[in-house]
């Protein structure tokens, strides 16, 4: 990157043609997870995928804020030869996909925005779903993991067990599935998590939904799993106030693909195909 910022990325299918997606992972905080997603439409287009600074093989010692994060992506952009995204972002990656469209309206085809961005009160909804979904011992484990300052990684990865295992729909498989990616998607940076976080308090993107609306491709939609414990409620709000549609994943939590891998993939594929044009 411009500033000496090393990132790591990969692509899958034919590189040569365009417009080409661009997959952007959630946090934040994490290493790119969306390797089971690029290839349901791989070979529609190129897809892109890569670790945000200072997460996965992206290393990086420094701050961390929306502005440079936006630019990492123009500048990847650059680097691929890529006049023009179709962007699929999936929670955190979301607010980025949308603070991106803000600041480059210019360099989107089009937008999918994938179990966020959530605005306004949707944390009280959040925290009392998880609440039922969760027995009180592991709510009372789950709080002490999170008060001590110096896990081991068995507990770091217990703690995120506990933490994700409520985003999935079925719970005796979410569990299984929190339990893997606990340990792929390692280490967690906790620093760039609280730094992101801030900033996103500090300006919300609630703020800048009318300018958002405005800069936004033609072709945007919004993506939802109808049992995420995030409100799917606030998803539709966010779809009316953006004047863009909507889907559900029907039986689906936070990471509808792996609970509705087909129903995600007509959605993505047929998504795509759109923003193609109805190229082939």
């Known amino acids: 990157m411009s500033d000496g910022a090393r990132l ?11 417009p080409a997606v661009v997959l952007l992972h959630g946090g934040p905080g994490l290493p790119d997870y969306l390797g089971d997603v690029a290839p349901m439409v791989a070979d529609l287009a190129p897809v892109y995928r890569y670790d945000q600074r200072g997460t996965g093989r992206s290393p990086w010692l420094g701050r961390h804020t929306f502005a440079r994060h936006a630019d990492d992506l123009s500048e990847l952009l650059d680097v691929w030869g890529v006049p023009e995204a179709v962007l699929i972002g999936h929670s955190y990656g979301t607010d980025l996909a949308s603070r991106f469209c803000l600041r480059h309206p ?4 089009a937008t999918l925005l ?16 998880h609440a039922r979904r969760m027995s009180a011992a592991r709510q009372e484990r789950l709080r ?18 506990l933490s994700w295992f409520t985003d999935h729909a079925d719970p005796g498989r979410g569990w299984r599935w929190a339990a893997r990616e606990a340990r792929r998607r390692r ?3 906790w620093g760039m998590n609280a730094e992101l976080g801030g900033a996103r308090r500090a300006d919300p993107l609630d703020a800048h939904l009318t300018e958002l609306r405005a800069r936004l491709p033609a072709r945007t939609e919004i993506l939802g799993g109808a049992r995420d414990p995030r409100p799917v409620s606030a998803l539709e709000s966010l779809a009316r106030r953006l004047g863009v549609p909507m889907s559900r994943i029907e039986d689906a939590g936070h990471e509808p693909w792996l609970e509705q891998p087909d129903a995600v993939r007509a959605c ?5 195909r759109g923003a193609l044009g109805g190229r082939p």
């Open 106 to 109: 210019g360099r989107v085809a």
């Open 268 to 272: 993505l594929r047929r998504f795509v």
């Open 187 to 189: 280490p967690v940076n």
């Open 114 to 129: 994938m179990c966020g961005p959530f605005v306004g009160d949707w944390r009280t909804g959040q925290r009392a779903e």
């Open 144 to 161: 002490e993991l999170a008060e001590s300052p110096d896990r081991s990684e068995e507990e770091e990865v217990e703690l995120l067990t």
């Open 8 to 18: 790591r990325w990969a692509a899958l299918g034919d590189t040569a043609r365009r």
